[in-house]
């Protein structure tokens, strides 16, 4: 491979078709509980990107710089097709007797209260709250692109036999949170910039979204009929293996990249490779069947 | 907004959330937010033209620089620049020059009469005239791989020629098979022969008939990274046949013809904005709230939804539909009868 790296792409929202009528709701082979832990995504994600986009949007009146505005709007772009198309996988738990409603309508009464008190606000601290908001996006981003980039440095998942669509859908997902990871980074040193804000919301997100995604996983697990009483339990022993036969990312992959992100010259475009992510999307089957 | 009361969870993570927040706001008013007045930026320039060429049958090369031979914004092949003509007519133009000359672009025009008139006003450029363009944009990222097939047909030759050159530079495997009218109306076909040899394949329709995507990819490896640029029959051809991975340009969504013209009230200001029949709502409302949210432009990613709160509409939209979506409309392809009214 070569050094041909593009420096900037004009993002823009690619149409994507997912047929989930052949996949299992238990779509790691052997691994209930991990497709489950997988399968979180489905529930947290959509209401988290649908909450990006709304801040997103509320925020293009601020903006004053022309290539950071086209950024954002390709991302609102991208952003809402990743909403539309894990609805789609979790329309898939819905048939098979998994109600996801009692967790997705708390995590839908946090967001959307938060944006929804912001534009009861004041224009000066209506924009303080967007920046808040903004600032917590931007930390989280730079966790989906680093899942994005583990997803596709993930041979482990193929070798074990997952299933190929729901494969695809991580994948082309997490290549396109790597194409544009330095969208949610770039408007917050637009708006805001300023070191303090960088820091305080990272370290707000990462025990947010821990406690929500354990407690999505531990929700889905408990309401799958399928599952005996030991596997409902997540256990260290499991998270062990996981990470041993290369299925999750572990703490090795997190941590260095939590202290990268504290750095005062910390800019998303040095990890993950664009190049790995735009050669993945031409090949990803929903993306192909998308553009027909 | 949920009826479902918050459980311990959601309030400790609102809890976070409110102490984060609470921190921020009170630390802000010692060290307000930046103005953003200052970091105004429109990513233009004026450039002038410092040489035109004929190329081809109907094609110039336009060599543009800095007034004060500055050096330009760096860039990468397949990145374009969209040029603003003095008509107020935007059109974008691949750079088929060498992204190592920091001084000079180069863009090739082929004059299209019946087209949009935006060719011939480009065609009308003469040394030392001055052009307003964006910084360069990259629509079709090219990545360094192992082995290419470029396939390019008449003035779609103009982004893959850069590419070549850095896919010869690299020592990548490739061939290029370039398509076109007649061999006069091909730009750069000594030049590509004098690069790659045996490597390219002139194929003028005139001599060998309109190609199929099977002729065009043959027995290619599965494997190989397809870059194609021409015209559209060309792209749904290839895109049909091709099994691997395949780069194609997106250009902008394809104009509004034989549309009904109608008026969009926008509720929150009162204000009818009529949409005439050649363009979307999108297009008649951002003259109105530049600021409105869109994405796509091409009525499947759902971003430029707005609620409808009166009138009806139809729904030329494919956006998978979510809560509320039959009441919303996707105002960058949805047209609408009489008059509607939407919530923005």
């Not at chain 2, 311990?8 to 609102?14: E, F, G, I, P, Q």
């Not at chain 2, 109907?58 to 990145?79: F, H, K, M, R």
């Not at chain 2, 990819?217 to 990274?225: A, R």
């Not at chain 2, 200001?269 to 949409?275: C, L, P, Q, W």
Request: charged share 20%; with cysteine.
């Amino acid at each position: 491979m070569t050094a041909i790296e593009p420096t900037s792409v004009a993002l823009h929202a690619r149409d994507v078709q997912f047929d989930w009528s052949k996949t299992p709701v238990h779509w790691v082979p052997d691994e209930p509980e991990l497709a489950h832990f997988y399968n979180v995504m489905h529930l947290l994600l959509p209401e988290l990107e649908l909450w990006f986009v709304q801040v997103f949007t509320d925020a293009l009146p601020y903006i004053t710089d022309a290539k950071v505005r086209e950024d954002v709007l390709g991302f609102i772009g991208q952003e809402n097709m990743h909403a539309n198309a894990h609805q789609g996988a979790l329309d898939l738990l819905a048939a098979n007797g998994i109600d996801p409603e009692p967790y997705t309508s708390q995590v839908h009464h946090l967001l959307q209260g938060w944006i929804d008190r912001t534009r009861k606000m004041k224009p000066k601290r209506r924009k303080q709250s967007l920046l808040n908001q903004i600032a917590v996006i931007a930390a989280g981003e730079h966790f989906t692109a680093v899942l994005g980039d583990f997803a596709l440095n993930s041979p482990a998942f193929d070798e074990v036999g997952t299933d190929p669509v729901m494969s695809d859908l991580l994948r082309w997902h997490g290549a396109e949170e790597v194409e544009h990871r330095s969208v949610a980074f770039d408007l917050f040193r637009h708006l805001d910039g300023r070191y303090p804000m960088q820091v305080v919301s990272m370290l707000a997100v990462i025990p947010a979204l821990w406690m929500l995604w354990h407690r999505g996983a531990r929700m889905l697990l408990e309401a799958d009929p399928t599952l005996t009483p030991k596997q409902r339990k997540l256990t260290l022993r499991k998270f062990r293996r996981w990470h041993r036969r290369g299925l999750l990312p572990n703490a090795k992959i997190y941590l260095p990249q939590l202290t990268h992100y504290l750095k005062g010259d910390y800019h998303p475009s040095h990890y993950g490779s664009t190049t790995q992510a735009i050669a993945y999307l031409a090949t990803s089957p929903a993306a192909k069947a998308g553009q027909q | 907004m949920t009826e479902t009361p918050p459980d311990l969870l959601t309030r400790t993570t609102a809890k976070l959330i409110e102490t984060a927040e609470r921190t921020l706001n009170f630390w802000s008013r010692f060290q307000p937010p930046p103005d953003t007045e200052l970091r105004r930026n429109d990513h233009l320039q004026t450039l002038v033209v410092r040489e035109v060429r004929a190329e081809a049958e109907d094609v110039v090369s336009l060599t543009l620089a800095a007034q004060n031979g500055a050096e330009l914004p760096a860039w990468d092949p397949g990145c374009h620049l969209d040029v603003l003509l003095p008509s107020g007519l935007k059109r974008q133009y691949s750079l088929n020059g060498d992204p190592a000359d920091r001084h000079s672009y180069r863009i090739s025009v082929r004059r299209l009469p019946d087209g949009g008139g935006g060719s011939v006003q480009m065609h009308q450029l003469r040394t030392g005239h001055a052009v307003t363009v964006s910084h360069p944009r990259n629509a079709f990222p090219f990545i360094g791989r192992d082995r290419y097939l470029f396939l390019a047909g008449g003035i779609g030759i103009t982004p893959i020629l850069p590419m070549v050159r850095a896919a010869q530079r690299i020592g990548a495997g490739w061939q290029l098979i370039y398509t076109g009218r007649s061999r006069e109306s091909m730009p750069f076909a000594r030049e590509l022969l004098e690069l790659g040899g045996d490597r390219v394949f002139i194929r003028p329709d005139e001599e060998f008939g309109f190609p199929t995507g099977e002729e065009l990819i043959g027995d290619t490896d599965p494997g190989t990274h397809i870059y194609l640029c021409g015209p559209p029959p060309m792209i749904d051809t290839v895109r049909r046949a091709a099994q691997g991975p395949l780069h194609y340009e997106r250009f902008s969504p394809p104009p509004v013809v034989n549309g009904t013209p109608f008026e969009v009230e926008l509720a929150r200001t009162g204000v009818v904005v009529e949409v005439g029949a050649e363009e979307s709502a999108l297009t008649a409302i951002l003259r109105e709230v530049p600021t409105a949210g869109y994405s796509c432009r091409q009525g499947f990613c759902g971003a430029c939804r707005i609620p409808v709160l009166g009138g009806t509409f139809e729904r030329n939209d494919h956006a998978m539909s979510r809560d509320g979506a039959d009441r919303s409309m996707t105002v960058c392809v949805s047209r609408a009868e009489g008059r509607v009214v939407l919530d923005i």
